[in-house]
């Protein structure tokens, strides 16, 4: 994250997302179900949950994806040289990237939070749609950073990343509903980190909405707020407990 390009990168498509969920998704708060319009209403709120959770994550794990392979000469050199322990060097790494990363969410949140038009526009609720997205970001930027420390080799990197993207998206509940749904999509829906995301945001979208019980059961969504924070970060901490890990091992051989 040192590259200016990269930072601007980062800010251009922070607006260009916001700019996208005001287009497609705008006054989407305000929709209330009937018998007319439930399909409709029902896929906008999921879809859009969908879109925020895994634009967050999985944008922030490719912004890391490559981090410690395209860096791996230097770091090899530096680290023979005894310039500094392999802990240092990940955490330096890991947390600039982290305060830099930081103001993605906050830009989409700002941005984004009131054209929704939702029921509930209390400070409580942004600061918890805030929170909300934060910690999707930090947990995508961890999952990215663990892979780009496992492998040296960039295509296997991001092919790791896209197989676990895939896999976990079958569990979010949005493809394939977790009410009757069977053992395997149960199971991933328990290790993914989109389905935790996804009752998130729509618990954020429809707070205050006369439409919330439905639509939570519906959807089994039944987690709450707090247990779907609780399991997004400690996936964050496990990430980043990987990766280090995998680094420190990979640098004992050199």
């Not at 860096?71 to 005894?82: A, D, F």
């Not at 199971?187 to 429809?206: A, D, G, K, Q």
């Amino acid at each position: 994250m040192r590259n200016p390009r990269a930072i601007r990168a980062i800010l251009f498509q922070s607006i260009f997302i916001s700019i996208l969920i005001m287009c497609i998704y705008k006054k989407v708060g305000s929709y209330t179900l009937n018998s007319e319009n439930l399909i409709e209403v029902m896929s906008d709120w999921i879809g859009l949950s969908f879109f925020i959770g895994m634009d967050q994550f999985f944008s922030m794990a490719m912004t890391q994806i490559l981090q410690i392979p395209l860096l791996m000469p230097v770091y090899r050199r530096e680290v023979q040289s005894k310039m500094y322990t392999v802990h240092s060097y990940y955490n330096a790494m890991y947390f600039s990237t982290l305060s830099l990363i930081i103001f993605y969410p906050l830009i989409v949140c700002f941005s984004t939070f009131w054209i929704l038009d939702l029921h509930d526009t209390s400070a409580a609720n942004f600061f918890e749609f805030m929170f909300s997205m934060i910690i999707f970001c930090f947990a995508g930027t961890t999952h990215g950073f663990m892979w780009s420390c496992i492998f040296d080799d960039p295509d296997n990197t991001l092919n790791l990343c896209f197989l676990t993207t895939l896999l976990w998206i079958l569990g979010a509940g949005v493809f394939e509903n977790l009410n009757g749904a069977n053992w395997f999509v149960r199971f991933m829906s328990w290790t993914s980190p989109y389905r935790y995301t996804n009752e998130l945001i729509l618990r954020r979208l429809l707070s205050g909405n006369p439409s919330e019980a439905f639509v939570l059961e519906f959807y089994d969504f039944d987690y709450g707020s707090t247990r779907c924070a609780l399991m997004i970060i400690a996936f964050a901490i496990i990430y980043y407990l990987i990766g280090g890990l995998a680094l420190y091992l990979k640098s004992r051989n050199f």
